[in-house]
């Protein structure tokens, strides 16, 4: 695609409830990222990936967050018993190579726990 | 790790004006250096980038220049219009796949 696609753009979840967020990074790019942007500050990291493995997940705060890129295209941010604490925008960029050079964000999906 | 400090958190120039934003980084071992720029309920867009074996970049109205030494790197707007009002955030890398990004100014410019 053109650029990198984010669904939803919103989402509005219960507290414990469980969500995942897709990632559709630019046609080609083999390097793919997450970040995550709470109010007032910049995006940090949670994952990256490189194909199909995530080749670094130390900035996933806790068991509860997961992520996966099964065909080393689209990925797929995974959230299990939602907390308050997780409201945010996240992010996703991709890049043809990796190397942190380049990214392509996408829009973000504001994730909105209740 | 990498700590990344911008400042000013808030500024606000009027049509015509330079802009300048300053960042500190850490990690001597930090080696590329992007400026994003993010609008309203859109993703950070990068506007220009910098690495550590250069000193200064220059792209129109955009430039950027690095201090290694001083471990700092700054951003300059001149002659600023209206639709470059966004938040506009520095951040580093060193050599790993992540940015470590400062938490952003808000540039306002008033026509």
């Known amino acids: 695609g053109a650029g990198v696609s984010q669904t939803p753009s919103n989402k509005v979840t219960e507290k414990g409830k469980y969500v995942e967020l897709r990632c559709d990074p630019i046609?080609?790019?083999?390097?793919l990222y997450w970040y995550r942007q709470s109010l007032g500050q910049g995006p940090e990291f949670l994952i990256y990936?490189?194909?199909?493995?995530?080749?670094?997940d130390s900035g996933l705060p806790n068991d509860r967050f997961f992520a996966v890129r099964p065909e080393g295209s689209v990925s797929t941010l995974k959230i299990q018993r939602t907390e308050r604490g997780d409201s945010a925008v996240y992010l996703c960029?991709?890049?043809?190579?990796?190397?942190?050079?380049?990214?392509?964000f996408g829009s973000g999906t504001r994730l909105t726990v209740v | 790790g990498e700590n990344v400090e911008q400042h000013p958190s808030t500024l606000s120039v009027q049509e015509g004006d330079s802009a300048v934003i300053k960042c500190t980084y850490s990690d001597s071992a930090s080696n590329y250096f992007p400026w994003y720029k993010q609008e309203l309920g859109k993703g950070p867009q990068l506007i220009i980038d910098i690495r550590s074996n250069v000193g200064e970049k220059k792209d129109q109205r955009i430039a950027v220049t690095l201090n290694k030494t001083a471990k700092h790197f700054s951003l300059h707007i001149t002659e600023t219009q209206p639709e470059d009002s966004a938040v506009y955030f520095c951040?580093?890398?060193?050599?790993?796949?992540?940015?470590?990004f400062g938490k952003g100014t808000k540039l306002t410019v008033n026509p």
């Open positions: 046609s080609g790019h083999t390097a």
């Open positions: 951040a580093a890398s060193g050599g790993s796949e992540k940015l470590v």
């Open positions: 960029a991709s890049s043809p190579n990796g190397g942190s050079y380049g990214y392509t």
């Open positions: 990936f490189q194909g199909t493995g995530a080749a670094d």
